[in-house]
């Protein structure tokens, strides 16, 4: 890097391994060419980053040029009646809710937060709370245009589907994603109608989403992963769909009403250790017994249920000066006894993690590195600095591949690179799709560096 | 890349004969470690330090002599590292001899050649490689410091002063390499039975290479900026700080 440009450090939302990199901010298609030919030229490496919601080092380039895709906002064609939308990529999904909600349309797959852009969503591949009915993101895209180093390409399933199937779930390092295509999903009303139970171990758990799963649209479980014994694997299953008119009941003036909020905001890095083995086994006690045995058909808000955290402005300092990781893995139908190991590692080890999401995938994605297969799915947010976190992680890591499962790796930032190969059998050829568009090697992600996924 | 729990996939050691710095590779090598280049003057300890690597199932190990008081070499030698590693996580700087202790033993150049090598030389390298670090955007100084820099004592002052001049040199560095991506981890261990101590009569709370190597691997997963090894010490030498002049310079210690 050259003494003048200006450097910026970047971390993931976990707050851990930082590094420096230059930042340019394009606000146009042809800015966005003209940043990836120079890079080219002068071999620098490049990467593309959106909204920063990546927990570890996948949207940072340590001595590159980070692309802050961000001012790549626009709609550029909204078609209600055939429900599909043409956005640029930098277009975050918070935005394009509170655009669509109104008009009674909703995103086909949502993540827990809203507050990721369109390309990282294809990158991340991302999956939501109804990904047992509805699979991830990359299955609604139609179309995608991508700007690499060797130029603009058009990816759909009719032209250049290999091209497609390589950029969903591909961590960006295909292209960066200049404007996508995907369809939409009508909804009545704002609301959704919520089924909750309390689970009051992991058989319990495991036996109630498989039973009755696809009754609903969505379905996700909150896991207590402090408890142990005959406790093991607690959790408040929450399912429901989306609320027909008559359900909202008459004297409500807008039944499309959306308004999310940011109603507090952590002001600093919590002082370490704030979460703790003691503090988060008494939040989770406090969150299990508050949760109903059974409530059915329980009006909440769109935000209420799908992006909880975000009513939270910068919940990621809470974690404090060390910051935290996200492990999530996935283990297939008929591994449940890996992920009963897992649960019970985690609760002997006293891992302090308020936030633990399971879930029962549907379809694999059908993107090379794209992270669902049918099976279970467990993501924890884990406190970094703690002795043995790495040590334990990397035994989790052995269980799951040896399960025949995998680690999500937009959430990564410390998987064993030995295991990746068994993890995502379609890597190599995955690599052979990208030398076709970045021969030289010129995007490159920290997290695609750390993990040999490049070049 | 170091990943988010500070293990680094690449390092350099310099002064690569350091039993601490062996114990800390052993450590990491169960980890994360892939490429290590060991820079130091003595080529058989060298050599036997990549042998237990390479068992160790470090994929690239590699040696080089360094002689870290040729300061003129050692942006030269930093470059050419990070040519022959590829990019470097972590750079230990683990240079240094106790050499003479009390004053009837020192002279003017005796003087001199221990702080050239204990600290000079340690600090010029530390620069040389933070240039290559900067570049990258990313990596980890580790300086080996020591207690005995905290507060000189009388019984091996020279040593002393070296290891509070680089102490002190090592935080400015960590405080100018702020917005870089480059991070110091300054190591104050109190007495390590290793080499450089065979023979010295023993402090009380004597330490192995390998509780050095933990400490540094814990501060490296906690992302700390100083650590005391044991961690006690940072209250014990605290407390030291205080004794008054009069009393300092009558302990036996």
Same mark, same amino acid.
């Given at each position: ?32 060419v ?10 620098r ?38 429900r599909?939308?043409r ?155 989306h ?67 975000d ?17 999530q ?9 890996a ?59 052995e ?32 690599r ?24 | ?21 062996? &114990?800390? $590779? !052993? %450590? #990491?090598?169960?980890?994360?470690? +892939?490429?290590?280049? @060991?820079?130091?003057? =003595?080529?058989?300890? /060298?050599?036997?330090?990549? &042998?237990? $690597? !390479? %068992? #160790?199932?470090?994929?690239?190990? +590699?040696?080089?002599? @360094?002689?870290?008081? =040729?300061?003129?070499? /050692? ?6 590292a !990070? %040519? ?14 106790l ?32 240039r ?7 990596g980890?100084?580790?300086?080996l ?26 935080l ?23 080499k ?25 997963e ?7 090894v ?24």
């Open positions: 890097m050259s003494g003048r440009e200006r450097r910026v450090v970047l971390s993931g939302w976990g707050r851990a391994a930082p590094s420096a990199a230059s930042i340019e901010r394009p606000t146009s298609p042809k800015g966005l003209a940043i990836l030919e120079r890079a080219a030229r002068e071999r490496r490049v990467a593309a980053r959106g909204l920063g919601r990546s927990y570890g080092d996948a949207a940072q380039c340590a001595g590159g040029i980070v692309v802050d895709c961000t001012g790549l906002d626009q709609v550029l064609e909204l078609d209600l009646g055939r599909r939308i956005v640029r990529a930098g277009a975050s999904l918070d935005a394009l809710l509170r655009l669509l909600v109104p008009k009674g349309l909703f995103l086909p797959v949502t993540p827990g937060t809203r507050h990721v852009t369109v390309g990282g969503a294809i990158a991340a591949d991302v999956h939501g709370k109804n990904h047992h009915r509805d699979g991830s993101f990359g299955a609604h895209v139609e179309e995608l245009v991508l700007v690499s180093p060797t130029g603009r390409h058009v990816a759909s399933r009719a032209a250049d589907p290999e091209l497609l199937t390589a950029t969903l779930g591909g961590l960006g390092l295909t292209g960066i994603v200049e404007e996508a295509t995907f369809s939409l999903v009508p909804i009545a009303t704002s609301r959704l109608v919520v089924d909750t139970e309390r689970a009051r171990d992991l058989e319990d758990l495991l036996a109630r989403m498989a039973e009755r799963d696809d009754e609903y649209r969505y379905s996700v479980a909150w896991l207590d992963c402090l408890a142990r014994g005959r406790h093991l694997g607690r959790g408040v299953l929450t399912r429901a769909d609320a027909a008119r008559e359900a909202l009941g008459v004297g409500r003036r807008d039944p499309l009403a959306y308004d999310p909020r940011t109603r507090v905001s952590v002001p600093f890095p919590a002082p370490a250790r704030l979460l703790n083995e003691v503090s988060v086994a008494a939040f989770n006690e406090a969150w299990y017994r508050r949760a109903p045995r059974v409530r059915r058909g329980e009006l909440q808000s769109i935000p209420r249920f799908f992006h909880p955290l009513g939270v402005g910068r919940w990621n300092l809470l974690y404090g000066r060390s910051g935290f990781t996200q492990y893995f996935v283990v297939p139908f008929g591994a449940e006894e992920l009963r190991r897992v649960v019970e590692r985690l609760a002997s080890a006293r891992v302090p993690s308020f936030l633990a999401v399971l879930k029962r995938f549907g379809p694999s994605g059908e993107g090379h590195l794209s992270f669902p297969t049918p099976g279970w799915t467990l993501a924890l947010d884990l406190p970094l600095g703690r002795p043995g976190l790495a040590a334990l992680l990397d035994d989790l890591d269980v799951v591949a040896e399960a025949g499962g995998r680690v999500y790796l937009a959430k990564d930032g410390r998987l064993r690179p030995d295991l990746i190969a068994s993890m995502y059998p379609r890597l190599e050829s995955w052979t799709l990208r030398r076709r568009v970045d021969p030289d090697g010129v995007l490159a992600t920290d997290l695609a560096r750390r993990l040999g996924l490049v070049p | 890349m170091n990943d988010v729990t500070g293990m680094p996939q690449s390092a350099v050691v310099l002064g690569g004969s350091s039993d601490i710095g062996r &114990a800390l $590779l !052993r %450590a #990491l090598a169960s980890r994360r470690l +892939e490429r290590v280049l @060991l820079a130091g003057r =003595d080529p058989a300890s /060298l050599g036997e330090t990549a &042998a237990e $690597l !390479r %068992a #160790l199932g470090v994929g690239t190990v +590699e040696v080089a002599p @360094l002689d870290v008081t =040729d300061v003129g070499r /050692l942006e030269a030698f930093a470059d050419s !990070r %040519a022959r590693l590829g990019e470097i996580d972590l750079v230990l700087v683990a240079a240094g001899v050499g003479a202790g009390g004053i009837d033993e020192l002279d003017a150049s005796a003087v001199a050649s221990s702080l050239t090598t204990n600290l000079t030389g340690p600090a010029a390298a530390s620069v040389a490689f933070a290559v670090l900067r570049a990258q955007g990313s980890r100084l580790v300086v410091s020591s207690v005995a820099g905290y507060r000189v004592r009388r019984a091996n002052f020279v040593y002393g002063a070296a290891k509070a001049g680089l102490d002190g040199f090592a400015g560095l960590g405080d100018a390499l702020a917005g870089s991506g480059v991070e110091v981890m300054v190591v104050r261990p109190g007495f390590v039975r290793t450089m101590t065979s023979g010295r009569p023993e402090a009380p709370l004597a330490l192995e290479p390998a509780d050095v190597a933990d400490a540094i691997v814990r501060g490296l906690r992302n700390a900026s100083v650590v005391w044991p961690a006690s010490l940072r209250i014990v030498f605290g407390l030291l700080r205080l004794v008054p002049r009069a009393l300092w310079r009558r302990l036996p210690v």
